[in-house]
């Protein structure tokens, strides 16, 4: 199995557009992919991923735009010809096949020869670690060993590019954090150009190397996982990908604090640049960025108290009451004592903080 990413091709989608009747779907939407690299698309039902995806695969035709698979365009390609692997969160494995039948059915339309067939299906098997379950059908292997069987099935044919569709939806949740690692350490070793579409945010961020988060019909940021989880652009972002305590606040009459319901707090947010006097700034603020007991000495510091503590393993939630801004805020704490202990208790009254660096200015859209 060699590692192919100097081969590997990108994957490129310019202005894409899809309507149905009057509703669109798909607004003009443009990403690449490079080469090797796997994209989430992530976001709520109906914000058009499984579209973008089905037009990527040829099942649905775009009203504008184009797609493209290194310098090739397979816009109008029906999908047997634009040299795709596809793997859907329904396994689709042909029930009264055998596991091998199953990963050779690419190759026999092919017209591949049966000693080269066997021989890569056995790498198969191999890449999947099921080398002894060729012969068995796919009602006797467990949820996770069919979908890994989908994927040998859809990798055998060498694809360019790989489209994964919430591939693992119908897995438990102990499963899906193992096959996260495993079909993103496939991935990695074969450098193959992968797009994902889910919309379980913990699935986007631990498997790609960039997230595209859309919402109705367009991306709304593209970036890192960290980028999109510590430097949300949009208030939208903040919410979907995670927890966030959202402030709206009016920029002080020097342009250099925010006013909050409480007054101006000085260093709520770092301001790079002195900000329109009146202006109203959107921040957010993750819960697990704030802090209790001790604010950072160069943030703001609110008065505050515990209206709710729940054990979450490995850390704990708070739901704090914070008069001075009139209202509640969540904040989650790493254990400091036994594992996700609750060290504040109900009623308790402590100091809230956050470092002004741990705020992000989001657009309120
Ligand atoms: P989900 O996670 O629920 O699958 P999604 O983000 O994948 O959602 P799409 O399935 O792409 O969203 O749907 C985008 C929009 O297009 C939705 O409003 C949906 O109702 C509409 N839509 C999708 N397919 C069709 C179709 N074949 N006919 C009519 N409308 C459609």
Known sequence: MSTALE????LRLSGISKSYGKAMAVRGLDLEIDGGH???LLGPSGCGKTTTLRMVAGFERPDAGSIRIGAAEITHLPPHRRNLGMVFQNYSLFPHRTVAENIAFGLRMAKVGAAERDRRCADMLDLIQLQSRGDMY???LSGGQQQRVALARSLVV???VLLLDEPLGALDKSLRESMQFEIRGMQQRLGITTLL????QEEALSMSDRVAVMSNGRILQIGTPSEVYDRPQT???AEFLGTSNIFEGTVSPDGVALMLPGGAVPAAVRLDRPQQPGATLTLSVRPERMTLGVAPANGPQFEARITGAVFRGNYAAYQVDVPSLK???FVYRQADGPLGSVSFGLGEETALGWAPEDAVI???E
Request: hydrophobic fraction near 40%; charged fraction near 25%.
């Open 327 to 329: 209202r509640e805020l």
């Open 197 to 200: 579409v889910t919309h379980d």
């Open 235 to 237: 208030r939208f972002v």
């Open 158 to 160: 060498n694809p360019k």
């Open 362 to 364: 989001v657009r309120p």
């Open 7 to 10: 081969k590997a091709t990108n």
């Open 38 to 40: 796997l994209v989430a």
């Open 138 to 140: 796919p009602a006797q």
